[in-house]
């Protein structure tokens, strides 16, 4: 019987680290600190604040408002929903495009670059050069958390082939697709009631053979980088750590950097959602992907229950999205397949 509690903490998790996040996103460490401490920032009582004013980024978006990591994540989910779980590349990318466009997230200024750059191109009908098509961000990474409600970690050729279509116009990469590799493979053992020890064990397993995937490129490994990190941090303190990510493994948009970052801060903080959100924004840069992943992580680690009410009121409150029945309705597509 599915545990519809992991289930449901999934996107939830993710929702609530995006949200979470957003308003830090591409501030350092300093201008991190400095905004906790002028709105009294207090994650059981003010969990969500407003962008600052002194923030270079200007978008519209409002406190506690998720950003393109739900909002493609959930785009991707009610495909799969509408095609039975197949995906055609073409048919995918044409869909995004129009989505976005309709959306208009490109002029609210909450699209990635990799994605944007596609799903303009795609509009205008325009042909691809290869480095058109190179992004190594990290929007496939996120958006591949929903592949954990419907694909069997088993199937793992198969697996790799479908993260690879999702990747073909924006992020054909061996960073990025090996990034999403292991975000899939993680949430999916999560679900499963996997232990943590399991867990990574696919993590590096599904990255290492997703590297093999995609554009070959210069950029570092994204699975090297994680298996480093995630050993090496067990000679630290918590505190060095997250020095030790943010001064020198970087928490940038890039999947190299914020998928690895994501992964330590849930090997650091497994069973404390509350510490891992703060973790994932205190380290600064992109801090709306880095918490929605580790919210996407502890979440479906651990089930609802790690999550504070008023957070999910509250986020449900100022975002539309039937989180919980999109969650339950991919399983379900999976179940009766």
């Not at 449901?8 to 957003?22: R, Y």
């Not at 309709?102 to 909450?110: A, E, N, R, S, Y």
């Not at 330590?264 to 840069?285: M, N, Q, R, S, T």
Request: with cysteine; hydrophobic share 40%; proline share 2%.
């Amino acid at each position: 019987m599915a545990n519809y509690d992991k289930i449901d903490a999934l996107l939830i998790g993710l929702a609530l680290g995006d949200a979470h996040g957003m308003p830090f996103e591409m501030l350092n460490r300093e201008d991190v600190k400095k905004h906790k401490e002028n709105t009294n920032f207090n994650l059981t009582e003010n969990f969500f604040v407003d962008i600052p004013d002194f923030h270079f980024l200007k978008r519209d978006l409002k406190k506690a408002e998720v950003t393109d990591d739900t909002i493609l994540a959930v785009h991707l989910g009610e495909y799969l929903l509408e095609n039975k779980g197949e995906i055609n590349k073409e048919d995918y990318f044409s869909h995004l495009a129009e989505f976005i466009n309709d959306q208009k997230l490109i002029t609210k200024g909450v699209i990635g670059p990799s994605t944007g750059r596609a799903a303009s191109k795609i509009r205008r009908n325009e042909k691809f050069t290869v480095s058109e098509r190179a992004g190594f961000s990290n929007g496939l990474a996120v958006k591949s958390a929903v592949l954990a409600y419907i694909l069997s970690l088993k199937d793992k050729k198969s697996n790799l082939e479908k993260i690879k279509e999702l990747a073909y116009y924006s992020h054909f990469t061996d960073t990025a697709i090996a990034a999403a590799a292991g975000i899939y493979a993680a949430l999916a053992e999560a679900l499963a009631g996997s232990n943590l020890d399991q867990i990574f064990a696919s993590v590096f397993s599904y990255m290492e053979a997703g590297e093999k995937y995609g554009l070959q490129t210069f950029q570092p490994s994204s699975y090297k980088r994680t298996k480093f990190l995630l050993e090496y941090i067990d000679t630290l303190t918590k505190n060095e750590c997250l020095d030790f990510i943010a001064d020198v493994m970087g928490t940038g948009i890039n999947s190299y950097e914020s998928v690895p970052a994501a992964f330590a801060i849930f090997k650091l903080y497994p069973e404390d959602a509350a510490k891992a959100f703060a973790a994932a924004v205190d380290i600064g840069g992109d801090t709306d992907s880095t918490a929605a992943l580790v919210g996407a992580l502890v979440g479906a680690h651990n089930g609802l229950a790690i999550f504070e009410d008023k957070w999910i009121e509250e986020l449900e409150q100022v975002n539309s999205m039937s989180l919980k029945e999109l969650g339950r309705s991919l399983v379900a597509l999976r179940e009766n397949k």
